[in-house]
C-alpha cells in the first residue's frame, strides 16, 4: 500500500462508516424492538453530518467514532462478554480520540446502576467491572505507547492537550512547527479573524507537552490579568466559536 496511503485511509473510512450505519441499526432494533424504525435511524445516520463530511478527510473521528457507536451496541448486550469488548472498544476509541474517554463514565454506571433499577443489584457489579478492565488496560497501553514512541514527551492520551491549553490561553494566530522532517502549520480557528496576534515559530514537535507547558505558564505568570479577564469569552467559546480551522 505504500503508492495507495491515501485511497486506504478513505476506503477504510468508509468500511467503518458502513459498520458504524449498521451498528446503529442495531442498536435501534434493541432499543425499540421494530424493524421499520431500526431502518429509519440507520438510513438517517447514514446521511448525516458526520458521515458525510468528516469522511472526506483523513481525521480521527472516522475510527473513533464508529468504534464507539459499536462500543454502545455491545454494551447493550448486557453480558459480561459484550461489557469485556465495549470497554475494548470504547478504549481504542479514546486512544485515537482522547475527549471520548469522558463516555466511559456514563457507560460504567449504566451498567452499575441500570442493572440495579431491574432489581439485578449482583448481576450489575461484573458487568460494570468487566466494562472497566477492559477499558482502563486499553487506555494504559495505549498511555505506555505513547511515551515510548514519543521518548517521554507525552503522558497520557492526550498527544496535543498541552497545545490545546498554549492555544486557548494565549491565543496565537499560528504555530508553526518543523521537527523530525516534517513541517506542520495550525491556524486556531477562533484567531484567524485576528492576524496581528502572535505568531509562534519552534523546532519543537506538536506533541511536546513539556514545551508547550512551559510556554503556557510563562504567559500567565506574565500575564495574569489578561488570563482572568479572557476566561468567560473562552467559556463562551466552547459553545459558541467557529468549528473549523482556517
Not at 486506504?8 to 424493524?35: D, P, Q
Not at 486557548?168 to 512547527?177: A, K, L, N
Request: hydrophobic content about 50%.
Amino acid at each position: 500500500f505504500k503508492h495507495y496511503d491515501l485511497e486506504v485511509a478513505l476506503g477504510l473510512s468508509a468500511f467503518l462508516g458502513a459498520l458504524a450505519v449498521w451498528f446503529m441499526g442495531a442498536i435501534a432494533f434493541k432499543a425499540f424492538g421494530s424493524s421499520r424504525l431500526a431502518l429509519a435511524v440507520a438510513s438517517l445516520y447514514a446521511v448525516s453530518y458526520p458521515l458525510i463530511y468528516f469522511s472526506a478527510f483523513i481525521l480521527s473521528e472516522n475510527f473513533s467514532i464508529p468504534l464507539s457507536i459499536a462500543s454502545v451496541y455491545f454494551l447493550l448486550r448486557g453480558d459480561v462478554k459484550g461489557s469485556l469488548i465495549s470497554g475494548l472498544l470504547l478504549g481504542l476509541s479514546a486512544g485515537a480520540r482522547p475527549p471520548y474517554a469522558v463516555w466511559a463514565i456514563p457507560f460504567f454506571l449504566y451498567l452499575l446502576l441500570g442493572e440495579r433499577s431491574e432489581g439485578r443489584t449482583k448481576a450489575g457489579k461484573p458487568l460494570a467491572l468487566g466494562f472497566a478492565l477492559a477499558f482502563v488496560v486499553c487506555v494504559s497501553l495505549i498511555c505506555l505507547q505513547n511515551r515510548r514512541i514519543s521518548l517521554s514527551r507525552i503522558a497520557g492520551l492526550a498527544a496535543n492537550g498541552a497545545l490545546g491549553l498554549y492555544i486557548g490561553i494565549v491565543q496565537p494566530y499560528s504555530i508553526d512547527s518543523i521537527s523530525e522532517g516534517f513541517r506542520c502549520i495550525i491556524l486556531p480557528p477562533q484567531s484567524t479573524p485576528f492576524p496581528e496576534r502572535y505568531r509562534l515559530k519552534t523546532f519543537h514537535p506538536m506533541y511536546d507537552q513539556g514545551y508547550f507547558l512551559g510556554l503556557t505558564a510563562k504567559f500567565i505568570a506574565e500575564h495574569p490579568s489578561v488570563v482572568i479577564m479572557q476566561m468567560p469569552t473562552q467559556i463562551g467559546n466552547l459553545f459558541l466559536s467557529p468549528l473549523f480551522p482556517g
